[in-house]
């Protein structure tokens, strides 16, 4: 099994919005010192290695639950605090709404199902409670009390107290390197399938960045003025999402898909406006447009579209020694025109939706993306997907198919245009691609036609399986 980071980061800001700033901000790198994956609070480190022998729905679970450590501030949170309760409280809280969410927990890592009903505090301090009971039971009366005490304790023991001990013993063998094991073994770093052992370091690095003259960190930082802000709009969003607990933040992320998918739903249903005549030629900016799990699998449906472009190639190979060698040849991208339909029937919402699959088909693809309702505004080039965050969309007045369809380029491999289908199916017969949301049925000339409907809609809000389309032979 392989990984790729920057897919892995896509999908995240996708499942978890609310945590897009941390997301897109922390660093993240590899370290094979360390036997998982674990954080210090401004960087993501990890073991390769590890990684690849996880299945996908893991490798994010893993991501997930190190940018919950950063963006609900454990590792400031655990000073003063017992380090292995901590540990076990963080792991259990987060990695219950994780579960929730559909992640896979990876094998190893603490499991208290009651622990949804808690912020990391609260669990803490009820662990914490349970461990000292525990330990002055322990202490009173003679050892053969103490060891019918330990009997009927297995009998009637909590959920949470379970979980305490199993991941106390599991805390000790798992997630460090053999250098590590007294230290990890007297301190509990490691908690199933991440290490907590940068945290004491990176609590003491706060601390003294703190104590220091402003003047001082200024000129040893050597920042430009730009990472300065991004790393203060990080720290703050950190500090907004630290001060509402785990328990409100995950429900809030969950709350807010929801209402975007009836959002979106309300929207298709009405598609009030119809086709027009008029060109209001109305200018949008449209913000935060954010990510999305792709509704279709382009592989599929580009044509000739390939993920890497570079191929080894023995056109041209040469012997050397007795031996073929062959040459590594660049193999060009397969290029994709978009049409978006940006008439007066398609609201700010849609038009979202319509973009976020143009920041999945550019994985794929060279991209142009152009706007049209009864005129075509012209295409750009589209190189990043902050390409397509910083576009002018037009459009507004009614709805042309006939001005679409004559928008695209003769020769280029893949011609997409994403509609909510309302207006007259012209009568040229074209190789292109309809992407059309909601209810209305359309007949093309030629290409393919792939409807979205709700229940799609529903699989791409709750982040179930992959929806492919494998089309014909055009």
Known sequence: MSFDIESIKRKMLVK??????????VNYKENKKISTAGTDGQTIYYNPDFL????????????AHEVCHIAFDHIRRSEDKNPEVWNIATDGVINQFLIRDGLKLVEGGVNIAEAINYDAEQLYDKLLKEKSQSQSQNGQGNQQNSSSEQGEQGQGQSSSEDSQKQNENHSQGQGTSSSESDSSKEQNH????????????????????????????????????????????LQQEIAKISKM????????????????????????SKQAMGAGTSTDREQRIINDIGKSKPIIDWRYVLREAIQYDIDWSYKNAYVEDG????????QPMPETEIVLDTSGSINELLLKNFLRECKNILQ??????GCFDTEFYGFHEVRTEEDIENMIYEGGGGTDFNVAVRAFTRRVENKIIFTDGNAKMPDIPMDIIWIVFGGIKINSKGGKVI????????????????????????
């Open 16 to 25: 978890y919005p609310f945590f897009g700033s941390v997301v897109a901000n």
């Open 245 to 268: 607990g785990e328990q409100s933040v995950f429900n809030k992320n969950l709350e807010e898909k929801k209402k975007e998918l009836e959002a979106l739903k309300q929207v298709l």
């Open 451 to 474: 409807q979205i409907n709700e229940e799609q809609l529903d699989r791409l809000y709750s982040f179930e399986q992959d929806i492919s389309y494998k089309g014909k032979s055009r």
């Open 190 to 233: 490691d908690v199933g399938h991440d290490t907590h052992s940068m945290w004491k370091d990176a609590v003491k690095k706060q601390k003294e960045a703190e104590s220091k003259d402003k003047k001082e960190s200024q000129s040893a930082e050597q920042k430009t003025e730009e990472q300065k802000q991004q790393e203060e709009r």
């Open 323 to 330: 031996v073929v060698n062959a040459n590594l040849e660049e």
């Open 364 to 369: 794929h693809s060279k991209v142009k993306v």
């Open 52 to 63: 690849k022998k996880l299945k996908p729905d893991e490798q994010i679970f893993v991501f």
